[in-house]
């Protein structure tokens, strides 16, 4: 299984614990319907009771104490994330970011998006004059292809972000490890504090 079965198996088993709690419904059809890769539904089960998280019955699936534990961490992050979102766009919108977020965000970027309501409009545009580290408190790209690529490189709100340099057209920035080049109309759009 390659790297995109992995990923995709793992989406699909977050999918399935949070369904069970969200929509508080144990029916295994339900639960499929929900799924946007439902394919994955048959192989994520198998794995879950294989690692202790539900168990099953002829047409149910049950949550067993750890895989309570589990999918609490998982609506806990989605609905941190929702939150965040509903002050940016719709509730529909929101639930569809969040959706796509809670599959790749780490629980440090959750608690920040937590805290960022606290520093909402201190920030300055990343394409501005402040340089150094600096913590992402709003990403405002209209464009919803534009913005997926941006959260896919994990620049996104709560994580912090480092400018590196100034370049014809943009400028270097550091996330984690990884350097990346954005261009002045996308660092316009992202919102920094600087300490």
């Known amino acids: 299984m390659g790297i ?3 990923r995709a198996l793992k989406v699909a088993k977050e999918d399935i614990l949070r369904a069970i709690v969200e929509f508080q419904t144990d029916s295994m059809e339900e639960i499929r319907q929900e799924l946007e890769t439902p394919e994955s539904f048959t192989k994520a089960i198998d794995q879950l009771v294989t690692e202790g998280l539900v168990c099953l019955s002829e047409r149910s699936v049950k949550l067993t104490a750890a895989g309570e534990e589990a ?15 509903k002050h940016e766009v719709d509730c529909e919108e929101a ?4 959706h796509r977020l809670e599959h790749v965000i780490i629980e440090e970027v959750v608690y920040s998006l937590k805290r960022i309501r606290e520093l909402e409009n201190r920030g300055s545009p990343l394409s501005g004059d402040e340089w150094g580290e600096g913590l992402i408190t709003r990403v405002d790209i209209a464009d919803s292809q534009l913005f997926d690529r941006m959260i896919s490189m994990g620049i996104c709100p709560g994580q912090w972000i480092r400018t590196i340099k100034r370049i014809h057209g943009g ?7 990884t350097q990346l080049a954005v261009d002045w109309e996308i660092a316009s759009q992202i919102e920094v504090m600087f300490p």
């Open 71 to 85: 999918a609490g961490v998982i609506v806990t992050r989605h609905r941190a994330i929702e939150d965040y979102f």
């Open 4 to 6: 995109n079965g992995h």
């Open 171 to 177: 400028l270097i920035i550091l996330l984690g490890n």
């Open 95 to 98: 639930h569809r970011i969040a």
